[in-house]
Nanobody, 128 residues
Framework: VQLQASGGGLVQPGGSLRLSCTSSGFTLDDYAIGWFRQAPGKEREGVSCISSRTGNTYYTDSAKGRFTISRDNAKNTVYLQMNNLKPEDTATYYC??????????????????????WGQGTLVTVSS
């Protein structure tokens, strides 16, 4: 069972991208789904999360106000709309399912150890 992230690409600073997270193996709304990113030479870090069922959303300070996470249960897809992108947003973006909590809250949504079902990720490059 894996999640599949897509929608990355090359965009200029200030531009936008929408990432999608899908699964053919299970219902995404049964889990809190988190978006993480990993830049070259750096550890994977949390960006945003949406809880199971209630749809509560959580963001890091760098993502707040620029990124929006959402679900479309009919399409079994979680999105990450990214606006006003900056060069420091350049990374491979992954989505993961939280296997420990249906609603991680701000205290836990960035805890990498709680997530699994990682797929290959999608590369986002922000450059002029």
């Amino acid at each position: 069972v894996q999640l599949q992230a897509s929608g990355g690409g090359l965009v200029q600073p200030g531009g936008s991208l929408r990432l999608s997270c899908t699964s053919s193996g299970f219902t995404l709304d049964d889990y809190a789904i988190g978006w993480f990113r990993q830049a070259p030479g750096k550890e994977r870090e949390g960006v945003s999360c949406i809880s199971s069922r209630t749809g509560n959303t959580y963001y890091t300070d760098s993502a707040k106000g620029r990124f929006t996470i959402s679900r479309d249960n009919a399409k079994n897809t979680v999105y990450l709309q990214m606006n006003n992108l900056k060069p420091e947003d350049t990374a491979t973006y992954y989505c993961g399912a939280n296997l420990m909590r249906v609603d991680p809250g701000y205290a836990h949504f960035r805890r990498l150890v709680e997530y699994d079902y990682w797929g290959q990720g999608t590369l986002v490059t922000v450059s002029s």
